[in-house]
């Protein structure tokens, strides 16, 4: 992201004076406060020298607050550039993996009229001593642990003032060893280590203003005793912090609604009372009619705001707006799979991991709005804070505001071991948990990441969250077990395996199924744009390992980075240089992803109930797990992800061939017109394939429309083949493949026997047809080989029946294959009467080697609420013929609309009616002319769509006003074809 970018985002959010008690940032985006740092092993002197007004800082380095000490270093010039090549690799750890001092110089606001001053401090990472005027104010220990310092007797009020703040850098190991702090800082399969492990004053700094009776923590908690009512309940507590008794008034005023709730309270010198409201003796606080609080796609995120006030005497000490949603999070296993209910609604989950929001800590502020906009607009429902790894609050709020449930955990990755300091620890529990409470958005807390926490942690997480939420949220101990289905997997797989039973994750319980998976995902190539902004050009062409720096490699393993080449390869032929690699490469990333959520959504309530890509966002320029890359171009994945997760959705089931409704919605519809067309490559439909139904769907369910007639005729491959086994107790292993229904094969009895099968060549080989004997398999795979020696799974079961298990699977190519099994279902031999190993799908007849399937799903009114496209190839892999389409000429015509500081490009896309095929793939983008740079971010509605001849595409470009630099745009739209 540009310096510029983020510096603009900066300001909106932390410059200024708060709406609510005077407040002022100490910020160094304000030209009026100044921040410098330095290693405490250059600095000689002590802190009553540093906090001397003008003490010399001119060989010290400008500080970014809130930011970290190595971001400094690089915003000064200091470093090259650490997204480029592999420059973060070269730095010289040893420069920053050390404390540092911070040192800044303040004036007090001339309006601060109340007896109070405190300094505030909202984190740092990961341990700080704080002074001022050369006194000791205290110790910031954990990234979460607030400071509120009452400076009133140390403050001058007219001069200036010195704060200086030693920071410390997190122990080693990181996990788990210096949590809590930023575990991936250590660096992880998706982004480098960041020297400092970004050590810093990390989060917000503040002068604020009161009297002598503050409030801590306000607390607001909705109960649904139906959804035509709420009961609210509010805790907080009030502090006096003067030499003497006095009587405090305590008034809440809730809007919309105006309801106001008061209660007065007698404090004693020095001290803190709890207050409470609820229903019983304030029946204000039961609400008719709420205005619920509601995940994407299932109501609106409709929020409250809560202002609170204190007064002494009549006068006002101190006010705070606490913003809340009313909501009731309900949750069960039936099943052994997890469910989540909101307002007595059940959600399915929708959603994406989220690691770092950016890997040196530079995402701030209202840069908060546009990630978290880009995951509501791909219609998610979730987002899973990793490790903790998002601690500012301006996520939360995005989050509330687009209604995005948060998967929140702590900062614990399934290591056996323990934080240096388990105090330090629990406290910034109980600290995370007050300070994010209020946020509807709040759904799960998490304790480990792939893992239990290690006592005591995980009863002290449980005991925190019964205590400091009151048990509203559910305690998942275990990202990835305990009713849910594993982690991963992490690379590209065709969209079939997604329907396949089952797209296994790593571990889980059950260990296999659709169920709730927290972690799934796939590689992610960026456009070339992107790819050439981080890459060197010598670089570019072959892949090399300076990819690898970028996570294409080893480094990401689990993204299967060689298997995501062969499948460009393979499905589209092979790339003549990087800028065809990265266009091919988008077809990838949208097909992969798009089945992804489709195979899930197609098993909605059978066992499926939720799942979380792995990842949505992108916190370095990489090519894995991201849906919008580092520089916010939307990728394929993007558009898969968008297209999938739309609220109501009509899918095809590449597997049955079945066309299906999915509705995640709170809404029942009626009277909908379900149609398919299959066309051709020249763009014409083919009459033959084309379907029409009316049908009902109801709310959070998926249904079926009717199946595709596409040919689902396979070939018996194994027919008169040699065959071989294990061993024999009856007839004879090729009794199993002469076709005959009166022979078979029997071993001896004894798991782990097998028998497999020589085809005589390799070839497509799509699944197999076992006729079991009365002996059969409870537990068994299918694998597949080149050369009888190295098996490869591509399918395994425990769950055999007996009677005939016929299987299909992705298709492989394969000239041997076998049937090994693990567990004995009957008391005597694997028997078998017919072993079948079938070919592919046969091509459909009238279908040009790759066809186009449109699926469109009109209202009673003949409105178009889903459409869906996919390329489908009578070779079930093979896409090339996408690359004799012929080129296609678009007709563009666009305008550009200003609005509020926004600006809309609206462009119509036309394919002639005389068109000699489609457009597809079509890609826009926009850029501005005065540098020729892409207008970015831009919320987009479609991209990566496909024309027909006589069809046109309506594309809306939204962005700021201010990205297009005082100049002009242009559009430029290449279909796949051109």
């Given at each position: ?6 510096g603009?985002l900066?300001?909106?959010s932390a410059?200024?004076?708060s709406a609510?008690?005077k407040?002022?940032?100490?910020h ?5 406060v100044?921040?410098k740092?330095?290693?405490q092993?250059?600095v000689?002197a002590?802190?009553?020298a540093?906090?001397t ?6 060989a ?5 607050v809130p ?6 270093y690089v915003n ?10 592999d420059?973060i ?15 800044t110089?303040?004036?007090?606001p001339?309006?601060?009229n109340?007896?109070l001053?405190w300094?505030n ?7 700080a001593?704080?002074?001022?005027n050369?006194?000791?104010?205290g ?10 310092f009452n400076?009133?007797e140390i403050?001058?009020?007219k001069g ?6 030693l920071v ?8 788990n060893c210096?949590s ?17 492990l970004?050590m810093?004053i ?8 009161t009297?002598?009776?503050?409030m801590?923590d306000?607390w607001?908690?909705s109960?649904l ?8 309940s509010?805790?907080l507590e009030?502090k006096n912090s003067g030499?003497?008794?006095v009587?405090?008034f305590?008034t809440?005023t ?10 007065e309270v ?17 029946p204000?606080l039961?609400i008719d009619?709420p205005k619920?609080?509601w ?5 609106e995120p409709?929020?409250?705001t809560c202002?609170f006030?204190?007064?002494v005497?009549?006068?006002v000490s101190?006010?705070k ?8 999070y309900?949750y ?6 997890f469910?989540v209910?909101?307002?007595n ?5 929708k959603?994406?991991?989220w690691?770092?929001s950016?890997?040196m800590l530079?995402?701030?502020?209202a ?6 906009r880009f ?12 490790l903790g790894?998002?601690?500012?609050d ?10 995005i449930?948060?998967?929140?955990d702590f900062?614990?990755?399934s ?10 620890f629990?406290n910034?529990m109980?600290e995370?948990i007050?300070?994010?409470r209020?946020h ?10 792939e ?6 942690l995980e009863?002290?997480?449980?005991e925190n969250?019964k205590?400091?939420d009151?048990?509203d ?9 305990n009713?849910?289905t594993?982690?991963?997997?992490w690379g590209?797989?065709?969209p079939?395996f997604?329907?396949t ?5 790593l ?8 169920g709730?998976r927290?972690e799934?995902g796939t590689?992610v ?12 050009e ?9 990819w690898?720096?970028?996570y294409f ?6 993204a299967?980075?060689?298997r995501?080449?062969a499948?460009?390869t393979r499905n589209?032929?092979k790339?003549a240089?990087i ?8 077809l990838?990333?949208l097909?992969?992803n798009?089945a ?5 959504l197609?098993r909605?309530?059978?066992d499926?109930?939720?799942i979380?890509?792995?990842m949505g966002q ?6 894995v ?5 580092y520089?916010y171009d939307?990728t394929g ?5 968008k297209s999938?997760?739309?609220p ?6 590449p597997?049955?061939d079945?066309?299906k409704?999915?509705n ?6 009626e ?8 066309f ?9 394939y084309?379907?029409l139904a009316?049908?009902?769907s109801?709310?959070?369910?998926t249904?079926q429309?009717f199946?595709?007639?596409f040919?689902?005729?396979r ?11 294990s061993?024999?107790s009856?007839?004879q292993?090729?009794?199993?493949t002469?076709g005959?229904?009166?022979t078979?094969?029997a ?9 497999y ?12 047809r076992?006729?079991w ?6 537990a068994?795979?299918?694998q ?6 190295n ?5 395994k079961t425990d769950?055999?029946?007996g009677g ?16 090994f099994?693990i567990?004995?279902g009957?008391w005597?031999g ?7 190993v079938?070919?592919g ?5 009238g ?10 799903l009109k ?6 609420i ?5 390329w489908?190839g009578n070779?079930r892999?093979?896409?090339t013929?996408?690359n ?6 678009l007709?563009v015509?666009s ?7 926004k600006a ?13 095929g489609?457009a597809?793939?079509?890609h826009v ?10 207008i970015l971010?831009a919320?987009?509605?479609d991209n990566?769509?496909?024309?027909m001849?006589?069809e ?5 470009i939204t962005?700021d006003?201010e990205l297009?630099d005082?100049?002009s745009?242009?559009?430029?739209v ?5």
């Amino acid at each position: 992201m540009s310096k510029r970018l983020v510096g603009l985002l900066l300001l909106a959010s932390a410059f200024g004076l708060s709406a609510q008690t005077k407040q002022v940032y100490l910020h160094s985006d304000d030209p009026a406060v100044v921040w410098k740092l330095k290693p405490q092993a250059e600095v000689k002197a002590d802190a009553d020298a540093l906090c001397t007004p003008g003490y010399n800082t001119s060989a010290w380095v400008d500080a970014v607050v809130p930011g970290t000490a190595f971001t400094a270093y690089v915003n000064a010039g200091l470093e090259k550039d650490p997204n480029f090549g592999d420059n973060i690799h070269q730095v010289d750890r040893a420069k920053y993996d050390r404390s540092f001092w911070y040192r800044t110089e303040f004036k007090v606001p001339a309006d601060f009229n109340k007896e109070l001053i405190w300094l505030n401090f909202n984190g740092v990472n990961r341990k700080a001593e704080v002074y001022l005027n050369g006194h000791q104010l205290g110790t910031l220990d954990g990234f979460m642990h607030r400071g509120r310092f009452n400076v009133t007797e140390i403050v001058k009020r007219k001069g200036k003032n010195v704060v200086a703040v030693l920071v410390h850098m997190p122990q080693t190991p990181l996990a788990n060893c210096g949590s809590p702090t930023y575990l991936s800082s250590g660096g992880w399969d998706w982004m480098p280590y960041v020297p400092g492990l970004n050590m810093g004053i990390t989060d917000k700094v503040y002068l604020s203003n009161t009297g002598k009776v503050t409030m801590i923590d306000p607390w607001i908690r909705s109960d649904l005793p139906s959804r035509a009512r709420a009961d609210l309940s509010v805790r907080l507590e009030v502090k006096n912090s003067g030499d003497n008794t006095v009587k405090a008034f305590v008034t809440g005023t809730i809007k919309p609604g105006d309801v106001t709730f008061s209660k007065e309270v007698e404090l004693g010198a020095n001290t803190t009372s709890i207050v409470s409201f609820d229903k019983r003796y304030y029946p204000q606080l039961m609400i008719d009619s709420p205005k619920l609080w509601w995940p994407n796609g299932y109501g609106e995120p409709n929020l409250y705001t809560c202002t609170f006030e204190v007064k002494v005497d009549g006068k006002v000490s101190e006010t705070k707006d606490v913003t809340f949603g009313i909501k009731k999070y309900t949750y069960d296993k039936e099943g052994n799979t997890f469910h989540v209910y909101i307002n007595n609604v059940p959600v399915f989950v929708k959603g994406a991991n989220w690691g770092m929001s950016e890997y040196m800590l530079r995402c701030r502020g209202a840069e908060y709005d546009t990630k978290v906009r880009f995951h509501k607009e791909m219609n998610f429902n979730m987002i899973r804070n990793w490790l903790g790894s998002v601690t500012d609050d301006e996520f939360y709020e995005a989050c509330d505001k687009y209604g995005i449930m948060v998967w929140d955990d702590f900062w614990i990755n399934s290591n056996p071991n323990l934080p240096y300091d388990l105090n330090v620890f629990n406290n910034n529990m109980m600290e995370k948990i007050k300070r994010v409470r209020n946020h509807p958005s709040i759904a799960v807390w998490c304790g480990d990441n792939e893992s239990n926490p290690q006592p005591p942690l995980e009863g002290w997480m449980a005991e925190n969250i019964k205590t400091f939420d009151g048990g509203d949220r559910y305690f998942q101990a275990n990202s990835h077990a305990n009713g849910l289905t594993g982690s991963g997997p992490w690379g590209a797989f065709e969209p079939r395996f997604y329907f396949t039973k089952y797209p296994d994750g790593l571990e889980g319980d059950p260990a296999r199924g659709w169920g709730f998976r927290t972690e799934i995902g796939t590689a992610v190539m960026t456009t070339f744009e992107s790819f050439r902004k981080f890459m060197p050009e010598e670089h570019w062409w072959p892949r090399d390992e300076m990819w690898d720096k970028h996570y294409f490699g080893p480094n990401a393993f689990n993204a299967a980075p060689d298997r995501y080449d062969a499948s460009i390869t393979r499905n589209f032929g092979k790339p003549a240089g990087i800028e065809d690699y990265c266009r091919k490469a988008q077809l990838i990333n949208l097909e992969s992803n798009k089945a992804m959520y489709e195979g899930w959504l197609d098993r909605m309530w059978e066992d499926a109930s939720g799942i979380m890509t792995w990842m949505g966002q992108s916190a370095y320029p990489s090519m894995v797990w991201q849906t919008y890359d580092y520089y916010y171009d939307l990728t394929g994945a993007y558009w898969g992800c968008k297209s999938a997760c739309e609220p109501v959705h009509i899918l095809w089931n590449p597997v049955t061939d079945g066309v299906k409704i999915a509705n995640t919605t709170a809404r029942d519809l009626e009277g909908l017109t379900a149609e398919v067309k299959v066309f051709n490559l020249d763009g014409k439909p083919v009459a033959a394939y084309t379907k029409l139904a009316k049908v009902n769907s109801p709310s959070n369910s998926t249904i079926q429309c009717f199946t595709i007639d596409f040919n689902k005729e396979r070939k018996n491959l194994s027919l008169g083949k040699p065959t071989y086994a294990s061993s024999t107790s009856y007839g004879q292993p090729s009794d199993a493949t002469d076709g005959k229904k009166d022979t078979r094969w029997a071993a001896s009895k004894a798991d782990n026997e097998w028998i497999y099968v020589d085809l005589g060549s390799v070839q497509p080989v799509g699944g197999v047809r076992l006729d079991w004997e009365a002996s059969f398999g409870k537990a068994y795979k299918i694998q597949v080989s080149d050369d009888a020696k190295n098996w490869k799974e591509v399918y395994k079961t425990d769950e055999g029946r007996g009677g005939v298990d016929e299987i299909t699977f992705p298709e492989v190519e394969a000239r041997y294959v076998r049937m090994f099994g693990i567990e004995l279902g009957w008391w005597f031999g694997y028997s078998l009467w017919s072993f079948d190993v079938l070919s592919g799908t046969q091509p459909s007849e009238g279908l040009s080697d790759v066809h186009f399937i449109r699926l469109t799903l009109k209202d009673q009114s003949g409105k178009v609420i889903s459409e869906n496209n996919y390329w489908r190839g009578n070779d079930r892999m093979d896409f090339t013929a996408l690359n004799t389409m012929p080129k296609a000429n678009l007709k563009v015509t666009s305008r550009l609309v200003k609005s509020n500081g926004k600006a809309e490009v609206q462009a119509m896309i036309t394919n002639p009616a005389s068109a000699k095929g489609a457009a597809f793939a079509v890609h826009v983008q926009a850029y501005r002319t005065s540098d020729g740079e892409r207008i970015l971010p831009a919320l987009m509605n479609d991209n990566y769509f496909t024309l027909m001849p006589g069809e046109k595409k309506h594309v809306n470009i939204t962005f700021d006003e201010e990205l297009l630099d005082g100049g002009s745009y242009k559009l430029e739209v290449t279909p796949y074809n051109n």
